[in-house]
T-cell receptor, first 112, second 114 residues
Framework: QKEVEQNSGPLSVPEGAIASLNCTYS??????FFWYRQYSGKSPELIMF????GDKEDGRFTAQLNKASQYVSLLIRDSQPSDSATYLC????????????FGKGTRLHILP | GEEVAQTPKHLVRGEGQKAKLYCAPI?????VFWYQQVLKNEFKFLIS????????ETGMPKERFSAKCLPNSPCSLEIQATKLEDSAVYFC????????????FGSGTRLTVV
């Protein structure tokens, strides 16, 4: 079983709609959860992190964490063409300051 | 500086040649991580450092890969006797506290082995 799983997409969402990206992880002891955005040919850029169950909002982005279901999601409201990118879910395992394990990413395409 | 500086941006090596990549972390960041990104966005963890000490090297193919982070020098990742499958983008990332802040990535070094 992969440690961090994401649907590879592409996920196509009309401009202005809500994009919903999902991720599951296998290690129940995982502590920290991150969403990175990576444009083609560029390096990943951290957009959200979450540690506690529930929702965390930052501008148009909301991260949701459900540790019981081992599930993390990212919602992007009012999607813009500039949101078209690959979104990587990443999970930090049990040991403090351990490496982050990345999913393979979901390609998001916002349709103008 | 406020960015993770990786050099070179591109590197081409013939199979069997040595490749050396460099990374200068953000000032004040004590953790450095190296990842290899191959096709289809798969990030493979290679090694991490806390200051100049190896923190986790479970991802390193030790027979050909080595890495160092020495005081007052950029960190380095060296591949002896490169193979075709080493072709990838190698990202370095640094952090002051990975659990709390995640990483800041450098722009990567694209290694092509021909």
């Amino acid at each position: 079983q992969k440690e961090v799983e994401q649907n590879s997409g592409p996920l196509s969402v009309p401009e202005g709609a809500i994009a919903s990206l999902n991720c599951t992880y296998s290690d129940r002891g995982s502590q920290s959860f991150f969403w990175y955005r990576q444009y083609s040919g560029k390096s990943p850029e951290l957009i959200m992190f979450i540690y506690s169950n529930g929702d965390k909002e930052d501008g148009r982005f909301t991260a949701q964490l459900n540790k019981a279901s081992q599930y993390v999601s990212l919602l992007i409201r009012d999607s813009q063409p500039s949101d078209s990118a690959t979104y990587l879910c990443a999970v930090s395992l049990l040991r403090r300051d351990d490496k982050i394990i990345f999913g393979k990413g979901t390609r998001l395409h916002i349709l103008p | 500086g406020e960015e993770v500086a990786q050099t070179p941006k591109h590197l081409v090596r013939g199979e069997g040649q040595k490749a050396k990549l460099y990374c200068a972390p953000i000032k004040g960041h004590s953790y450095v991580f190296w990842y290899q990104q191959v096709l289809k966005n798969e990030f493979k963890f290679l090694i991490s450092f806390q200051n100049e000490n190896v923190f986790d090297e479970t991802g390193m193919p030790k027979e050909r890969f080595s890495a160092k982070c020495l005081p007052n020098s950029p960190c380095s990742l060296e591949i002896q006797a490169t193979k075709l499958e080493d072709s990838a983008v190698y990202f370095c990332a640094s952090s002051q506290s990975p659990d709390n802040y995640g990483y800041t990535f450098g722009s990567g070094t694209r290694l092509t082995v021909v």
